[in-house]
């Protein structure tokens, strides 16, 4: 096995979510880019909107790491091979450092990488360092290096935290309230980076400059990588073309989900539900989620595609549909405003956007190929739909987790999966029952 790979790192973690972490993450990524170097970012927790924003900030692609989800051993081979290439990487937490099980400090800890704290400090000066020396000796297990202030109101402000730190957990930095460093948000988050790009761009380079104005233009101190053995998927999709939704509406799309589908042998070939009239030739679909409520008019007004995804669906060919994906195959949607729309009617049922409420939360998809680990994240319900032929199974609650309906080749259910996590129950689920059994023939 190869050796370990030193590279410097580190893990932004606070002490509640909205703190500005995608901001400051985001600012450090493209100030070290804008340096020279090879940025590679890692995003705690099943997280798809972040990781756009990370994406434009750094230009690679960000993966989403969580130890429950992907599994330890994933999520070192990840830190492995960025590290071969990367000049700095940095890791954004999820939530508050110690939320959820595991946790932003677990998943830190288990790869020795040091925390800095973010933390809004609105409203707040010697109390702001109170609370950060109280997470930084929460647990002797992690190591927490320094804060950095969000939302500083002056120069005295920074100077009332900064003096009551103690000296092994300095003020790294302070950035102001203005608005050209805040990022846009939505109902289930941040706006999509496709949808803001030029907005974005000027709120990483207005905040690059404060990074490098900070300590932070410093390079973190190196961490130690190791080499992680995984063996290659088998290649069960080999010749298989799998279409792909991919536009506004349709984006929640884990890079891991579609390299492993590649690594497994299919020919990807993405589409777009909103303006093409035609699906690519394909012997199974995938419909991923997003965010189909904010263009209903125009999936609905897309009669064509509606006639293509109808004849898919009666061939009886596989399809996965997850969340938005899931809405769009009922019969109607109705959106935040009250006005319903017609949707693709492969399922019978009707599903509405909620303006509060809703689910999030780890769960595992318990289909009748097998298991994968999968989670839940949504503001919507759906009524009349048929007999489930399962539930989600949450890690530690008993109750029912989300729906999930079969149909044909039709897989449905508001779970999103990750599927590195059982590659051979995936490949059931999108291949044809015959082929299937010509796919185990051949592995074994």
């Given at each position: 096995m190869p050796g370990d790979i030193l590279c410097p790192a580190v893990f932004l973690a606070a002490p509640a979510s909205g703190q500005g972490k995608t901001t400051i993450t985001a600012a450090i990524a493209r100030y070290h880019r804008l340096q020279g170097r090879e940025v590679r970012i890692f995003k705690m927790g099943p997280d798809y909107l972040d990781p756009q924003i990370l994406e434009q900030a750094s230009g690679h692609p960000v993966a989403q790491l969580d130890l429950w989800m992907a599994g330890e051993a994933y999520c070192r081979d990840q830190f492995y091979r960025a590290a071969q290439t990367a000049d700095l990487i940095l890791v954004e937490g999820a939530m508050g450092m110690f939320d959820g099980d595991p946790s932003s400090a677990d998943l830190a800890r288990t790869f020795g990488i040091p925390i800095v704290l973010v933390m809004d400090v609105k409203g707040m000066a010697q109390t702001a360092a109170a609370l950060a020396c109280g997470l930084a000796n929460y647990r002797d297990d992690v190591e927490v290096t320094g804060l950095i202030a969000n939302h500083c109101a002056s120069e005295r402000h920074r100077q009332l935290i900064a003096d009551a730190l103690p000296a092994s957990l300095p003020l790294l930095a302070s950035f102001a309230n203005t608005p050209t460093i805040r990022l846009p948000?939505?109902?289930?988050?941040?706006?999509?980076?496709?949808?803001?790009?030029?907005?974005?761009?000027?709120?990483?380079?207005?905040?690059?400059?404060?990074?490098?104005?900070?300590?932070?233009?410093?390079?973190?101190?190196?961490?130690?990588?190791?080499?992680?053995?995984?063996?290659?998927?088998?290649?069960?999709?080999?010749?298989?073309?799998?279409?792909?939704?991919?536009?506004?509406?349709?984006?929640?799309?884990?890079?891991?989900?579609?390299?492993?589908?590649?690594?497994?042998?299919?020919?990807?070939?993405?589409?777009?539900?909103?303006?093409?009239?035609?699906?690519?030739?394909?012997?199974?679909?995938?419909?991923?989620?997003?965010?189909?409520?904010?263009?209903?008019?125009?999936?609905?007004?897309?009669?064509?595609?509606?006639?293509?995804?109808?004849?898919?669906?009666?061939?009886?060919?596989?399809?996965?549909?997850e969340c938005g994906g899931f809405m769009y195959c009922l019969e109607s949607l109705k959106d935040l405003a009250g006005t319903r729309h017609t949707m693709l009617a492969l399922l019978a049922g009707q599903a509405a956007m909620r303006g509060r409420g809703g689910c999030q939360g780890m769960q595992s998809a318990v289909l009748p190929e097998g298991e994968l680990r999968a989670h839940a994240h949504h503001r919507s319900q759906s009524e009349n739909t048929p007999e489930p032929i399962g539930y989600g199974r949450r890690p530690k609650h008993p109750a029912p987790g989300e729906s999930i309906y079969r149909q044909r080749g039709l897989t449905a259910s508001y779970l999103h999966l990750f599927f590195p996590s059982a590659p051979e129950v995936i490949a059931k689920v999108f291949l044809p029952h015959t082929q299937i059994k010509d796919a185990d023939r051949v592995r074994d």
């Open positions: 948000e939505r109902h289930l988050g941040l706006v999509q980076a496709c949808e803001v790009r030029e907005e974005l761009e000027t709120c990483f380079n207005a905040a690059a400059e404060l990074v490098g104005a900070s300590s932070l233009a410093n390079l973190p101190p190196p961490v130690r990588f190791s080499a992680q053995s995984i063996a290659p998927p088998p290649r069960l999709l080999a010749g298989v073309r799998i279409a792909i939704a991919r536009d506004e509406a349709f984006s929640f799309i884990y890079p891991a989900n579609t390299q492993l589908l590649t690594a497994m042998g299919a020919d990807l070939q993405f589409f777009s539900p909103i303006h093409d009239t035609k699906l690519p030739a394909a012997d199974a679909l995938w419909l991923p989620g997003g965010y189909p409520e904010l263009h209903a008019d125009a999936l609905t007004a897309n009669t064509a595609m509606h006639g293509e995804m109808q004849q898919f669906y009666a061939s009886g060919k596989g399809i996965l549909a």
